[in-house]
Nanobody, 122 residues
Framework: QVRLEESGGGSVQSGGSLRLSCAHS????????MGWFRQAPGKGREGVAT???????NYADSVTGRFTISQDNEKNTLYLQMNSLKPEDTAMYYC????????????????WGQGAQVTVSS
């Protein structure tokens, strides 16, 4: 049974940092596309950071240079280090995983976590 569980969300002031973690089980992460999406109130879901099946990474333009995605497969955990946070980063952040890059990229991953709230105040 596949499980994804996010942690590390919270409230921070503008310019601060947070690290999200996604503990996962039930699949071999080396063979999966994994990453983070976010959804702000009243807005659609947005891809934030991705590790593709070839282990290359991709970031949304809005977070490039501030966010870093990483993976520790010994700990079965995916991370998102978020620095220089801005109020517009406020959203629910979701961890996702899929065996295929395309389905992940278009937001139709097979597996999703429950989400972690990130709130950035000005």
């Amino acid at each position: 049974q596949v499980r994804l569980e996010e942690s590390g969300g919270g409230s921070v002031q503008s310019g601060g940092s947070l690290r999200l973690s996604c503990a996962h089980s039930g699949f071999n992460a080396n063979n999966y596309c994994m990453g983070w999406f976010r959804q702000a109130p009243g807005k659609g879901r947005e891809g934030v950071a991705t590790i593709f099946t070839d282990r290359t990474t991709n970031y949304a333009d809005s977070v490039t240079g501030r966010f870093t995605i990483s993976q520790d497969n010994e700990k079965n955990t995916l991370y998102l280090q978020m620095n220089s946070l801005k109020p517009e980063d406020t959203a629910m952040y979701y961890c996702a995983a899929d065996p295929g890059n395309y389905r992940f990229w278009v937001g139709r991953s097979m597996y999703w976590g429950q989400g972690a709230q990130v709130t950035v105040s000005s």
